[in-house]
């Protein structure tokens, strides 16, 4: 069996605690808020990174770091928490490794990626996506209880979390096949993440490797723990940096809170520019057509309350104005009106009339006002009307919205019982060009800005986080890439080089 080049390992520490388990979310809280901010800058970080293998057949050094670290971190985190339940001791917050802690991620000497890979990465992983959500939870269940439904994960992992924890509550105890189990899918997850990230192009296999070390493992050193190298992707020609870590993390951490506001000036900037191209000449904004149909004499929307519209629309001659239209299947005269409220219920009160609560994919919903099912008085003749519209077939109003409480009325012309028809809205607004590409061209200055502080933090962790290569395929410490004179043929197994110690990022 053929050694994957990341590899990811554990120790479970004996005995645990029965207890702790049910309180682990709440002591995570500080790492999950640390590490949704490291995996925004994973995800643009990696991005770059593809760009950068895409042109130049390189992984850059400080990228490679950074996300590695990221691998590392949430593997320590998952290991105590949630994903394995595998020991007690509260994870250190560091992106560098940690050689005293239980949960431990290597990645053998990667060869340089093919160009070709960021195009296709993502494509090929598909299948180990699909497989990987199903045992980690992707999958749900839903549970249906009457109206309500409650949905739930369900999953290898879900499961076998609950199952462990019950059996620590209860017995002491964790069983170890269960163990090995969730060992093996967050080996697989790890092993896909890492592949899509490109810090090993070798396409993960699809096995379940379950155990605490990788089963193919030969132990070469002290740790039983092959040495870690990452020195092919990009040849080293610095020391890793050992300065202050407060700028990079204050660039990291401003660049994931701009990008928030940037993406929501881009999606409201584009959104108010689709809007603007759907206005006519006039400068009305239509909605869909919708189907109102009713047995009684009159359909209404009722209880419309406008409120500042003087305020809004003074001074503005291309604001306020609002267009309906109703389009007869039968080519029946109809009548288009909008009234005062207390006017539309004096002339329908013991009417039986529907009156539109809500409109969804097209169909409405009514209520049905009590009364009796007769025609009502030529709506055409009253006199109460603010705007109304008569035709044969189709009818439509305009009226210039001012405050008031209002309700609409569609009716047959003659007032007759039966009332069926397509209908439009539409309200005029104003020339959006200039405010929609204003807050979309600020949402892309915003992005960049956010995009550019990411990765100004990200290479910064990166490089204080930067091991020496060593090993046995580096040709020795700082030596700047592999060794040319090809494998050993005899001599002690290499060891592992001394290890910095964790540096924190805050």
Partial sequence: MNRYPLRVEARR?????????????????????????????????????????????????????????VLRWTWRVNYYGYHALGTDRYPPFTLAEAPDYPARLYVDDPPRPPRWLPLVAWLFAIPHILLVGALTGAATWQIHSGSDTTTVPLGVVTVGVVVAGISLLCTGRYPRGLYHLLLGVARWNLRVTAYLALL??????????????????????????????????????????????????????????????????????????????????????????????????????????????????????????????????????LFIGIAPQSAVDAWLGGTAHDSVRSVTSGAARYTRATGEARAVSNPAAQTFWVASGTGVGSASLTWQAADGNYAVVLARADGSVGVAADVRVATQVPDLTGLGAGLLTAGVIVGLLAVFLIVIGGLGLG???????????????????????????GGPSPQRAPTSPPISVA
């Fill in 463 to 489: 490089r204080r986080h930067d091991q020496p290569p060593t090993g046995p395929n580096t040709g020795g410490p700082n030596t700047g890439g592999p060794s040319t004179e090809g494998p050993s043929t």
């Fill in 13 to 69: 520490d004996e005995p645990l605690s029965r207890w702790l388990w049910l309180v682990k979310w709440l002591l995570l809280i500080p790492h999950y808020i640390v590490l949704a901010v490291l995996w925004v800058g994973f995800v643009v970080l990696t991005l770059v990174a593809y760009v950068a293998v895409l042109f130049t057949g390189r992984y850059p050094r400080a990228i490679y770091a950074y996300n590695l670290g």
């Fill in 200 to 333: 090993t192009p070798r396409y993960p296999p699809f096995r379940l490797d379950q155990g605490e070390t990788e089963p193919d493992d030969e132990p070469t050193g002290p740790s039983g723990v092959a040495a870690e190298s990452v020195s092919a992707y990009l040849p080293r020609d610095s020391v890793p940096h050992r300065g202050s870590v407060a700028g990079p993390v204050i660039a990291l951490i401003a660049g994931v809170l701009l990008l928030a506001p940037g993406a929501g000036l881009c999606i409201g900037g584009g959104a108010l520019l689709t809007l603007d191209s759907g206005r006519d000449a006039a400068g009305y904004l239509a909605s869909p057509a919708f189907t109102l149909q009713s047995p009684t004499a009159a359909i209404t929307a009722e209880d419309i309350t406008l409120e500042g519209s003087e305020r809004w629309t003074r001074g503005f001659s291309d604001v306020g104005g609002v267009r309906m239209s109703a389009t007869s299947p039968t080519d029946i005269p």
